[in-house]
């Protein structure tokens, strides 16, 4: 029997969870994520958990031991339980008996094997009891063992419960795929085949999940399959694919960053498509402007930050299948530290107004375009 263990199953918090569920007769088990994670040596960040019993019967008995509860889904059957100052997302064995292909209308179910049958992935549907023995009912272990990504049971249906499933898909490819083995066909397929599907969900769920893809060390190889299904040009029209692998090479352990991959890979209208917040709209169409600029990298981090001019200078470099720069960082450095030498009084009275912005404006132009070396008195006598 494979076992998992860790921190986030033996600690105090779930383990009176387990406590109290068994004591009042019923099954509970951790489930997807957290299990996954352990097996393949990854951190746990959320817990969820499953069991025969109902939703209200989840809130009651925790209600009764003291327990705070969040109804977060009740009629999905799922509550949050927060157990020592722990949230736990417990749901009630289900099973799907409709679905429009984007909410789906579920039943309680009393096996574990339904339960499992009615999720995305064989991955996903792994359980564990509290001394961490795992159940496997569709297979699951073998997949993540070659770290492959596997629907349970007939691809297309899957798909067909949740459009969504397709970005899933690539996505945890990109996150706990193996691209030496390749990606899973059937699934691939199934992938292509319901891409109509796509635009039925929100912007706002294609944004999110595509968010996710592009901050994984390394999403090329999974970007690269979308790119060949046809999936990419539904959620990101016009975007490239063939530079996010060099990307990714020149990034050399950089922390991901899901934006300059969004960058690198260009097309789409991202805040129409995506439903980004302003702020990200804003900052990426900035730099998307910025990349054909002639503007040096000091001269943009000195603008708008280091984080942009390095940003900018990656996606240029790969653009032009260039190594990157070995003085970037110190060039970075360099303009984010410049401090323009003018201040408004240095020009009053002379100037006022109106005419004090434009003078101060033509000024900082004139020190930037000098690479930051124009001194305050060179500067006031122009």
């Known amino acids: 029997m494979t076992q998992v263990t860790g921190t986030w199953l033996t600690g105090a918090g779930t383990q009176a969870l387990f406590d109290l569920f068994e004591t009042a007769g019923h099954q509970l088990f951790c489930v997807g994520g957290c299990v996954r994670n352990a097996l ?3 951190p746990v960040a959320d817990i969820d958990m499953a069991t025969d019993a109902t939703s209200p019967t989840v809130t009651a008995l925790c209600e009764d031991a003291g ?7 009740m009629s999905h059957g799922t509550v949050t339980v927060i157990s020592d100052n722990i949230p736990f997302e417990i749901t009630t064995f289900r099973k799907d008996v409709a679905t429009d292909g984007r909410h789906a209308t579920v039943a309680y179910s009393a096996t574990v094997e339904e339960d499992a049958r009615r999720r995305d992935f064989t991955m996903n549907a792994l359980y564990a009891g509290r001394d961490g023995s795992v159940l496997d009912p569709t297979g699951g272990l073998d997949d993540v063992a070659r770290r492959n990504i596997r629907f349970i049971g007939d691809a297309g ?7 969504l499933r397709i970005l899933r898909f690539f996505r945890f490819y ?28 929100s912007r706002e769920r294609v944004g999110a999940e595509m968010c996710k893809l592009l901050s994984a060390p390394d999403p090329a190889p999974a970007v690269a399959a979308m790119g060949q299904s046809g999936i990419l040009a539904r959620v990101m029209p016009g975007a490239d694919a063939g530079i996010l692998a060099i990307l990714v090479h020149l990034e050399n352990g950089m922390t991901p960053d899901w934006s300059r991959r969004a960058l690198a890979l260009g097309g789409g209208d991202l805040k129409a498509d995506w439903r980004l917040s302003n702020s990200d709209a804003s900052d990426l169409a900035m730099a998307r402007g910025d990349l054909a600029s002639d503007a040096s990298v000091a001269e943009l981090a000195y603008r708008f930050g280091s984080g942009h001019a390095r ?16 003085d970037l960082e110190d060039e970075i450095a360099r303009g984010a530290a410049a401090e323009f030498p003018i201040k408004a009084a240095d020009l009053m009275p002379a100037f006022q107004g109106a005419d004090l912005g434009e003078k101060l404006r033509q000024l900082k132009q004139e020190w930037i375009a000098s690479d930051f070396t124009s001194s305050r008195a060179a500067l006031l006598d122009l």
């Open 40 to 42: 393949l040596g990854q």
């Open 67 to 73: 327990l705070r509860v969040i109804p977060t889904g």
């Open 157 to 163: 249906a899957r798909i067909a419960e949740d459009y």
């Open 174 to 201: 990109a996150w706990y795929g193996d691209p030496g083995e390749g990606i899973d066909a059937e699934g691939l397929a199934a992938c292509a085949e319901g891409a109509d599907g796509l635009d039925g969900l």
């Open 311 to 326: 940003n900018v200078a990656l996606v240029r470099a790969a653009s032009l299948q260039r190594p990157v720069d070995p």
